[in-house]
């Protein structure tokens, strides 16, 4: 949403009286940001079902060791973060609508984050979040089985056709490749599409007895927000080592208060130490005087490690509005300064550009 509003002295407005982003009677509301990460984990789904034959697997192909129950196996491939802005309530402040002044020509997203005064700006764009790839199509061995098969009285006696003819289309195959069958093509291509009609076939049929496992892409997300460190104390428990989430290996994410899956970490610490505020009363009585300015956000730099007990799945640094100050930018900038122009980070809500036309 782009709310341009400009200060007129002689215009009347229509009365608002509830307190929300954007125009109301008094002037222009506005949120800064706070940090929030959103967690991606992309993981493999593998999902093996027993075969319909599994039971004769061992008395008809001698493959004793194949799947009798479906199971499911989760495997984590990746963790990542993306970071991204969320109004803080406290920090809602308020440009004043006065004459001689351009603060209030200002563009606000749709849930009150500043973007930009005295010029316009449209919103950063949402991150895309990798894709989901869903597994493939099982294959339907019953396709494949010859009428004498399906014409069998019993599994049993199904199961023994359906290994005869795995054993026929076994030696069809290595009497093609050795050029001892009568058809066999002189053509290279022609030869490969039979192999590969052939190998496909006895896939099939094999699956019947050892059965499937369909893989695919799972792609989870959550939220994450890192704790504000305004005082030593808070500062402490901010940067040990904090519960993110668990991983199963047979249920995949799970609550961070479920024991079956494996314990991952996450540490947010500041990369370096802010500088120390001096208290001087001129500069005090200069800020009591800025108290119609501009606020905005100087975030700090904050290290996110993600790590389970065995290793470490990401290290990353990144701008974390809740570890930094808020500081103001003056009215002298905008007041009877049309040409003064600024847009703000969306994500992190400080200054992007400041530039005088």
Partial sequence: ??????ATPAVAQTEISQFRPGSTLDGVNYFLPKTVFEVVLVAEKAVTKPGEFADYSDRYLRQPDVPTTETTTWTLK????????????????????????????????????LLSINTEAEPEPTPELPK???????INGRDHMTHEILSAGSTAKMAQLTAEEI?????SRNALIRGEADNTPKD???LKLMLDNLDQQLYALESLF???????????????EPASIQTPEAQAAATERQLL???SRRLGLVDADDLSGEPIWITVTTTGSLPQVEINPETEKKKQKMEQGVYVNVPANAKVTIATAQQTLLTSEVPVCQFGTTEVLSDALFNKHFDTHVTIHQQTGNVKRLWQE
């Fill in 132 to 138: 989901s790839v869903p597994a493939p199509a099982p």
């Fill in 1 to 6: 949403m782009l709310l341009l509003l400009l």
């Fill in 210 to 224: 050892k059965g499937q496992t369909q893989i695919s892409t799972e792609v989870m997300s959550f939220d994450y």
């Fill in 167 to 171: 054993y026929e289309i076994r030696d």
């Fill in 245 to 247: 989430c668990r991983f």
């Fill in 78 to 113: 990746s963790i990542s973060l993306i970071p991204y802005g969320v109004p803080d309530p406290s920090k809602a402040f308020s440009i004043k609508v006065r004459s001689k002044t351009s603060a209030p020509l200002v563009s606000l997203t749709d849930d009150g984050l």
């Fill in 188 to 190: 290279g291509t022609q």
